[in-house]
């Protein structure tokens, strides 16, 4: 499985981007998919996850209400909407496949089975 992720760039404070992760394999439908992100001097973390059906979905505190995961299993691809955007969403922007049919989202790193090599966000106040 190989993870291209892309759509990241430089936008103000308040403004919208969408980053997109592009998925090999004819068996995306079946991979649960998930955004993290890594900032400057910090660790890795979950932003949001999306099941492999779909159904269910599982945002971190800091993105409920801004942020939106979706995927289209027919372009093999999730998306992160990112709205009202922050300063402090600057990071590096990862998409990560997990393989398992899980019926619920996994926020841990460890759960994922592949990864893609980032896009750069970065916000101006």
């Known amino acids: 499985v190989q993870l291209q992720a892309s759509g990241g760039g430089l936008v103000q404070a308040g403004g919208s981007l969408r980053v997109s992760c592009a998925a090999s394999?004819?068996?995306?439908?079946?991979?649960?998919m998930a955004w993290f992100r890594q900032a400057p001097g910090k660790e890795r973390e979950f932003v949001a996850g999306?099941?492999?059906?779909?159904?269910?979905?599982d945002y971190a505190d800091s993105v409920k209400g801004r942020f939106t995961i979706s995927r289209d299993n027919a372009k093999n691809t999730v998306y992160l909407q990112m709205n009202n955007l922050k300063p402090e969403d600057t990071a590096v922007y990862y998409c990560?496949?997990?393989?398992?049919?899980?019926?619920?989202?996994?926020?841990?790193?460890?759960?994922?089975?592949?990864w893609g090599q980032g896009t750069q966000v970065t916000v101006s106040s």
């Open positions: 999306i099941t492999w059906s779909g159904s269910s979905t």
């Open positions: 394999g004819r068996t995306f439908s079946s991979y649960g």
């Open positions: 990560a496949a997990d393989l398992g049919r899980r019926v619920r989202v996994r926020p841990l790193e460890d759960e994922y089975d592949y």
